[in-house]
């Protein structure tokens, strides 16, 4: 079974750009979740979309989007770019999003942003 | 609110000794446990879990983990570690509830370097 895929791996960006993540989870899977992971503020969780609806969402602002379609991909994006906003974003799938199912995290993508 | 905090920001240990990686969590309501590997450059790896029953927990790797209710821990433990082990290394708690929406309270996270 494939693993959960983030593209790109890497992504280098300039303060007020806008930039667009994609995320497949594994087959079956129809929670996605998104993690931002920097050195200063550790692992953090973004928001949560199940059945192409957002479901739960953390502590960040408004630039900061997803959607998910029907086929479960989850996009993320995020809009006018700040230094602070380098970091890596963590994609994971689990089946439903019970708190009882452990996630499945892709390898990241590691925005960098100039 | 819940909080996880590891003990330890880095561990250093010598091939082949023990180790033991220190978890606590704080939250009002019960709690399902994790412990995650990152290597460089790559995203979680699941260790183990604990959901219910045995308070031992084992995972993969030769790692386990014993859940202490009243200590609110949740300690990782390797009898010997080798060199492929250096790794970081994240305690995560997610609720009990009927749905959690998908997430995971981590901690800071130890760096564990193993030395020959």
């Known amino acids: 079974k494939a693993g959960v895929t983030q593209t790109p791996r890497y992504l280098i960006k300039t303060r007020g750009q806008q930039v667009t993540l994609s995320c497949s989870p594994i087959?079956?899977?129809?929670?996605v979740s998104w993690y931002q992971q920097t050195p200063g503020q550790g692992l953090q969780f973004l928001f949560e979309?199940?059945?192409?609806?957002?479901?739960n969402k953390g502590n960040f602002p408004g630039r900061f989007s997803g959607r998910q379609f029907s086929n479960s991909r989850s996009e993320m994006n995020v809009s006018t770019l700040e230094l602070g906003d380098s970091a890596l974003y963590l994609c994971?799938?689990?089946?439903?999003?019970?708190?009882?199912?452990?996630?499945?995290f892709g390898d990241g993508t590691r925005l960098s942003i100039l | 609110a819940q909080s996880v905090t590891q003990l330890d920001s880095q561990v250093p240990v010598f091939e082949e000794a023990p180790v033991e990686l220190r978890c606590n969590y704080s939250?009002?309501?019960?709690?399902?446990l994790f412990w995650y590997v990152q290597y460089p450059n790559q995203g979680l790896q699941l260790l183990l879990k604990?959901?219910?029953?045995?308070?031992l927990v084992k995972g993969i790797n030769g790692f386990e983990a014993e859940f202490n209710k009243s200590q609110t821990s949740f300690h990782l433990r390797k009898p010997s570690v080798h060199i492929s082990d250096t790794a970081e290394y994240f305690c995560?708690?997610?609720?009990?509830?009927?749905?959690?929406?998908?997430?995971?309270?981590f901690g800071q996270g130890t760096e564990l370097s193993v030395k020959p």
């Open positions: 994971a799938s689990s089946y439903s999003g019970g708190g009882n199912q452990p996630q499945h």
């Open positions: 087959s079956g899977h129809r929670s």
């Open positions: 979309y199940f059945s192409e609806t957002q479901r």
């Open positions: 939250s009002s309501v019960s709690v399902y």
């Open positions: 604990y959901l219910s029953g045995s308070t």
């Open positions: 995560a708690v997610s609720d009990r509830g009927a749905y959690q929406g998908g997430k995971l309270i």
